[in-house]
């Protein structure tokens, strides 16, 4: 134990050594402050860009130095950066392939991607030093497409919190405030799109890990289905679960940047690189005119209230859309909080031992998966009467369901779950317009699901000790396997989403999550909202949410991010 502990911290000391050593090695080119080419680059659409490239009036190169100096100046202020490629990058970017899809545009990429030759440690001391022998399908695809990978970004180890920090390398802060989380686990790729230091980046998604940076730091993603997007060669911190499908997902600083990214990975053929996507083409969807879009609006998870922030940032866009005469119902939909019930058991089946296997002695964790694997490793009947208490004392049935089920599963109960999950997913498939199943609502079914996120905009740091309880928003839509994105739509505003004094806390999740919850603290942090399609639809999603910004912004109310 003494050893293990030793090399731990030796591992993060050569890292962050190797990591700062990196960056005052650079050519003094990357220190320099942003010049007027500079920042007409980073000014610059991703088609723009390309464009650009593809005509000669850009270089990569040029290019490559406008996005690293300003991730540089981004890691500085955030601490967001894990591998510094730019080195590489430089010859990356003078071999990119000038006629492809992305030719010429830095990629930022999650640190579980893997980029051959460099460490995907994912915030673990014992896998530092330890490079990948082979670039990912992704990595492989984005080159030959004409991307130049740059950088790769802080995650939380474990990869099951919404917000990064790790003794490897430390905490990422929120670009918009100091002190508060930029989400998790893709928060690093958050903050560069953010801060305008990168306009495409990779992340991924268990259980809101795009979703959540993209809400708490003011970005676009969407959460593609399983078997979508590429994802084979990454690592991943419990590999082979499967329970609740994760997926590497794009992440940008725009809506049009997004469409573009989503594009060019489909023209390249993503299923000639990676064996798990589905042969299905980007495909160009039309929203009906022939009739208003029903809109159901999941407006309580019956766990976690939305803040008066999220509300009303919810409320905004239900707003805009009965204006131009869309239709806004409430969804009749199956207990969000039974979809928590089993995603929960199904995500942390093996009682967390696949997430702890290279977890060192005395290497810190997250503040919520701390609470998490302690709970595992208790005797049954300790959990047991810990929920008992709960239910019956405290008279929080909420809590105590979710206690109850929290220890690790046999083999007959983990097929018994999945069992479960896929008669959850056929009763929420009633609720679509189009679904031909018994029970369905026909015409009374939705087109799209709207809601929030999460219910509190970027916590401060160390809120995940409770907040991993409050992740139902974005949970739910893993477990159903729907195309899910994210985009923002607001700011806190410490006057108007002032918590009213009569709000009292339904349970134990409610209560701990709501003490961070301070709009007069928040004021100024981005708050977003989500909107969820079918399995498979996220072409339909992307349309769906430029039609909300299209909406927005033509009453004079589109989002503002952060200036350049």
């Known amino acids: 134990m003494w050893f293990s502990y030793l090399s731990h911290r030796r591992a993060c ?43 000669s009036s850009l270089s990569p190169s040029d290019i490559l130095v406008a996005y690293s100096k300003k991730a540089l100046q981004a890691h500085a202020q955030t601490n967001c950066l894990t591998e510094v490629m730019i080195a590489s990058a430089e010859t990356w970017a003078s071999t990119a392939n000038k006629a492809g899809p992305l030719a010429g545009v830095p990629v930022s990429l999650k640190d579980l991607v893997s980029v051959k030759g460099w460490d995907s440690s994912m915030g673990y001391s014992a896998l530092v030093g330890k490079p990948m022998a082979a670039d990912g399908a992704l990595v492989r695809l984005l080159r030959d497409a004409g991307a130049v990978p740059y950088v790769k970004t802080n995650v939380p180890m474990t990869m099951l919190s919404l917000e990064s920090t790790n003794d490897v390398f430390g905490s990422t802060d929120n670009p918009h405030k100091k002190g508060y989380t930029s989400g998790g686990s893709s928060s690093g790729e958050a903050v560069l799109l953010a801060l305008g230091a990168a306009r495409l980046a990779i992340g991924t998604d268990v259980a809101g890990s795009v979703r959540a940076p993209a809400h708490f730091s003011g970005v676009y993603s969407i959460k593609s289905s399983m078997y979508r997007f590429l994802k084979q060669g990454s690592a991943s911190s419990i590999p082979g679960q499967e329970g609740v499908p994760a997926t590497h997902s794009p992440m940008t600083r725009t809506l049009e940047d997004l469409e573009t990214f989503w594009r060019a990975v489909f023209q390249m053929k993503p299923w000639n690189y990676d064996y798990s996507v589905l042969r299905i083409p980007w495909r160009d969807v039309k929203l009906p005119e022939d009739r208003p879009i029903r809109w159901g609006v999941l407006w309580d998870d019956g766990v976690v209230t939305p803040s008066p922030a999220c509300a009303r940032a919810l409320k905004t866009v239900t707003a805009i859309l009965e204006k131009n005469g869309h239709e806004v119902v409430t969804l009749q939909c199956p207990s969000p909080y039974e979809g928590l019930q089993i995603a929960s058991q199904l995500l942390l089946a093996d009682g967390g031992k696949t997430a702890s296997k290279n977890h060192r002695a005395f290497e810190s964790n997250d503040a919520g998966m701390i609470s998490a694997f302690r709970g595992l490793r208790l005797p049954y009947f300790v959990m047991k009467l810990y929920a008992w208490y709960y239910r019956y004392i405290r008279r929080d049935p909420i809590y105590a369901g979710l206690i109850d089920t929290h220890y690790e599963k046999t083999m007959p109960e983990f097929y ?91 349970n134990a999740i409610e209560r701990n999550y709501y003490k961070m919850y301070d709009a007069s603290a928040m004021e100024g942090l981005p708050v977003g909202v989500q909107i969820v399609g079918r399995r498979l639809e996220e072409e339909r999603v992307l349309e769906g949410m430029k039609l909300i910004e299209r909406l927005l912004k033509d009453a004079g109310a589109g989002y503002v991010g952060l200036p350049l």
Not at 455 to 483: E, I, Q
Not at 487 to 500: G, K, Y
Request: net charge positive; proline share 5%.
């Open 13 to 55: 000391r050569d890292k962050q050594q190797e990591r700062a050593e990196r960056i005052a090695s650079l050519k003094p080119i990357y220190h320099e402050p942003l010049t007027s080419q500079d920042k007409d680059i980073l000014s610059r659409s991703v088609s723009s860009l390309v464009a650009a490239v593809q005509t």
């Open 416 to 506: 018994a779950l999945i069992a479960r999950r896929e008669d959850y997913r056929s009763r929420w498939f009633k609720v679509w317009r189009d679904a031909e199943v018994e029970g369905r609502q026909g015409d009374e079914g939705v087109d799209f699901i709207l809601t929030v996120p999460n219910s509190l905009p970027a916590v401060p740091h160390g809120g995940m000790r409770h907040g991993w309880k409050a992740c139902g928003y974005t949970f739910l839509f893993n477990l159903l396997d729907y195309s899910a994105g994210v985009m923002p739509i607001t700011h806190v505003d410490a006057t108007t989403d002032a918590l009213s004094r009569a709000f009292r806390p339904r």
